[in-house]
């Protein structure tokens, strides 16, 4: 029995002194990162405060390798994204935040539909907000993450001014993985530079106050070159002689030079304007095509994405009234909607499959439930919610 014992006993000690050590280093990160606060103006006591008991969520750094607007085929991220639903809440939204966004039109010149745009994509207008405490995750990343460790030790010192300040409640500071927060999800550093007082409350709080969100939301595009009247860009044909190598949102022309190209809006009618613009192909010269323009960058620099970018501009072109794309994506599995997604976990769920309250997002066991059905009918297990799966689980 002795000998059968041992071993098990000897890894749970193992065990043990590995989360001892764990802890020791953690608590010897955070030694040094309240000497390094002190240097940036911030009190000993608002240190202790926002870390007293704090202990290292490890969680976050399986969560910082699957970023979805790098790893998610677009047709899927957008389609997740810029919804009949989210479109319906968004219009229900505007129409009870419309004088804010109209005043922070008004103040910065940006339009209150790209502004609802972010807001949307960023939080779902207020309903995903985030519920991990800022500090625990940011001492997380500095302590223990693989890479950009003085970054987040930037943002963590920025969110250490924050609770300072008493912009914010440090109580309801809570937020994404990465430190983002906010109905428009703001990092700490971009909170202190561009954060402004919506409500005239003279407090700059992006949690609480939606007006202080969209008023932020329109200075930061404003601040990243954002064009009052310029359009984003529009979805448009390209000629079939085109050269793939001059697509790039960077490789800007007039948008009489596209013209002069044989490239036409989507419906067929010519270009027009004057102003320059590039032109993006996200899947390939077969799929869909958009002219963007300068105002498309100043959404890009929100979160540096492509489809990001695009999700925010075809949200507000929705909530307008505008159509949504109108070019096929290329490929035979169509993706869905939320709306599709929960059924789909709802039919897994009734097949015995473990994957949680029926939500629409995508976690890890619904990805494994995906993949057995996957290999049931024949494709390769990818876990990839899409429209075959959806049909063989309702057939």
């Not at 790209?114 to 985030?130: C, L, M, Q, R, T």
């Not at 000629?239 to 697509?247: E, H, I, R, T, Y």
């Not at 049931?376 to 689980?393: C, S, Y």
Request: with cysteine; aromatic share 8%; charged share 25%.
């Amino acid at each position: 029995m002795k000998r059968i014992l041992l071993p098990a006993i000897l890894g749970v000690l193992s065990l043990g002194a590995t989360s001892a050590l764990a802890q020791a280093d953690f608590r010897s990160c955070l030694s040094s990162l309240r000497a390094q606060a002190a240097t940036k103006g911030i009190s000993g006591q608002a240190f202790d405060v926002a870390t007293r008991g704090i202990q290292p969520d490890l969680s976050i750094l399986d969560l910082m390798n699957n970023q979805p607007e790098f790893k998610t085929p677009i047709w899927d991220y957008l389609s997740a994204l810029v919804d009949d639903e989210r479109v319906q809440d968004g219009k229900a939204a505007m129409r009870q935040w419309g004088q804010a966004l109209a005043s922070a039109e008004a103040r910065f010149g940006v339009d209150r539909y790209a502004i609802a745009g972010v807001w949307g994509v960023e939080s779902n207008f207020g309903k995903d907000i985030g519920g991990r405490p800022l500090v625990q995750s940011l001492t997380t990343l500095v302590c223990h993450a693989p890479r950009r460790n003085e970054y987040f030790k930037g943002e963590l010192m920025a969110t250490l001014k924050i609770v300072q300040d008493g912009d914010i409640n440090p109580a309801s500071l809570r937020g994404s993985w990465a430190g983002a927060f906010g109905h428009t999800q703001f990092m700490p550093s971009t909170f202190q530079r561009l954060a402004v007082d919506g409500d005239g409350d003279g407090r700059r709080d992006i949690m609480a106050s939606v007006p202080d969100a969209v008023h932020s939301t329109a200075n930061f595009l404003k601040k990243a070159g954002w064009v009052k009247g310029l359009p984003w860009g529009y979805e448009v044909r390209l000629p079939g002689s085109f050269n793939p190598k001059l697509a790039g949102r960077k490789s800007k022309r007039p948008v009489s030079s596209w013209a002069a190209m044989g490239v036409t809006r989507v419906d067929g009618r010519p270009l027009s304007g004057d102003y320059q613009a590039g032109i993006i192909i996200p899947a390939g010269v077969d799929g869909p095509a958009f002219l963007v323009t300068r105002n498309f960058d100043a959404v890009y620099s929100y979160n540096a994405a492509e489809s990001y970018g695009l999700a925010i501009a075809l949200l507000g072109d929705r909530m307008k009234g505008l159509p949504g794309i109108q070019t096929a994506w290329p490929t035979d599995d169509p993706p869905l909607s939320r709306a599709q997604r929960r059924e789909l976990q709802s039919l897994l769920a009734a097949r015995g499959y473990d994957v949680g309250e029926p939500d629409g997002k995508i976690g890890s066991k619904t990805r494994e439930a995906i993949k057995d059905v996957e290999r049931r009918i024949g494709l390769e297990p990818r876990g990839r919610p899409g429209g075959k799966v959806l049909e063989a689980l309702r057939g």
